[in-house]
Each structure stands twice: as C-alpha cells, then as structure tokens.
C-alpha cells in the first residue's frame, strides 16, 4: 500500500472512529426509564449534573465537540418515589447552537377507574 493511501484509509478509520464515539448515547433510551422513580434514575445513572428547581433533573456527558444531555421531568418537591412525566435525550452540539438525535418519552396519565351507570 503506498503511502499516501494508508494515510487516507487511517483517517478514514480515525473519523469513523470518532462519529461513533459523539454519536453513541451514553443513556438508555428514554422509553426505558421513564416508569423508573427518581431513586431508580439515581442508581442506575448516578448523581444529576443539574437539577433545575420544580422543572427537571439533568445528567449530562461530555464528548469533546457535543454533550449527551438526559432531562427528566420530574413531580416536585424532589423525593425518592417522585415519578417523571416526560423524558428526554439529546446531542447538544455547543458550538452550533443545536441538539441533534433527540428521543423524548412521555408518562401516560393516570385514569380514574371506569364506573358504568349500571355499576351504581
């Protein structure tokens, strides 16, 4: 192989390389935590990197040129058993201003049981 080919193929492989680092969530998908309470969330992502006053609690994790971010949104005041209505995971690319391969998850409410007319 000459030269200046194994230099492009080493580039080739190093870029590669790269992407799949930046691009690779370092969080579950949302849809699988999103019944989880906040104790659970704790344990299995450890301690948040934020939490945002009655709004939500955020973990982030660096990858050079971008930040994997997880905010959920979580029933306040904080306590162990609070439950999240609605999850989500981006690729914030700091430099640009964007967030690319988001995926959000959302809680499905709770119903009041059914009670028919003939039930009474």
């Known amino acids: 192989m000459r030269r200046k080919t194994l230099a492009l193929v080493a ?11 930046v691009m690779g969530p370092p969080f579950p998908e949302p849809s ?6 906040y104790a659970a969330l704790h344990v299995r992502l450890g ?4 939490v ?11 990858r050079y040129v971008a930040t994997w971010t997880l905010e959920a949104g979580l ?5 162990p058993q609070s439950r999240s209505a609605e ?19 959302y809680a499905t409410p709770l119903q009041p049981e059914q009670v028919s007319a003939h039930d009474s």
């Open 47 to 50: 301690p948040p990197s934020v």
């Open 11 to 21: 580039t080739a492989v190093l870029v590669t390389a790269g992407a799949a680092f």
């Open 75 to 79: 029933e306040f005041p904080l306590r």
């Open 32 to 37: 699988s935590l999103i019944t989880s309470d």
């Open 87 to 105: 999850i989500h995971r981006c690729l914030w690319i700091q430099w640009a201003g964007y967030a690319i391969l988001c995926r959000w998850s």
């Open 52 to 62: 945002f006053g009655d709004k939500f609690v955020g973990w982030s994790r660096s």
